[in-house]
């Protein structure tokens, strides 16, 4: 858990194309059903060559980073749960050669650096234990004000346990 979060995961986007400036859109709880109408967020509007895959249960788009070899997936699934198995293949099944399109590739950003709050240091019950408490745990460091204006804490719960993550290592071997 502490490697994870000390580890800098900053991905640095690299793209040759044009780049609009950040524009705020609409945010859709899904797609066609506008969830309310002051829900927007932020995106770059894109036009450039990109490796993509459309198909009527899947979208994937690839990212590439100024660090060779790193690539950022976003991946859209209609099916009940994705799988790392579904991902990969999705993966696979992307062309090799890069189409040009117009994409909006949403902002995304962490506001402090992440810190675990100090009841999590003591040696009592509300110590460690607190770390993986569903409701209890915090990342005292990511937060946001509410409508009214009080504080809300990402929890450690909906940091890590919600997210999935999955790695693919590929080796590449020189003769």
């Known amino acids: ?11 640095y986007w690299r793209f040759e194309g044009q780049r609009g400036p950040l524009t705020k859109c609409p945010f859709y709880k899904s797609s066609g059903k506008e969830a309310d109408g002051t829900s ?24 590439e980073s100024h660090v060779e070899g790193f690539k950022l997936y976003l991946y859209k699934c209609n ?10 293949q999705a993966i696979d099944a992307l062309p090799t050669t890069k189409s040009n399109i ?19 240091n003591t040696k009592h019950e509300y110590g460690l234990r ?13 937060f946001y004000r509410s409508h009214s204006f009080y504080p809300y804490f990402v929890t450690l719960w909906e940091h890590y346990h919600k997210a999935k993550f999955a790695v693919k290592i590929r080796f590449s071997y020189c003769h």
């Open 1 to 11: 858990m502490v490697l994870v979060s000390a580890v800098d995961c900053t991905f």
């Open 102 to 120: 117009k994409v909006c590739v949403p902002r995304v950003f962490v506001m402090c650096p992440l810190r675990l709050s100090e009841c999590t």
């Open 79 to 88: 099916l009940e749960e994705i799988t790392a198995v579904a991902f990969f």
């Open 130 to 142: 607190r770390i993986f408490d569903r409701e209890k745990s915090d990342l005292s460091g990511i």
């Open 40 to 63: 927007t967020f932020y995106v770059w509007p894109c036009e450039g060559g990109f490796r993509y895959l459309n198909t009527p249960t899947e979208q994937l788009l690839e990212l």
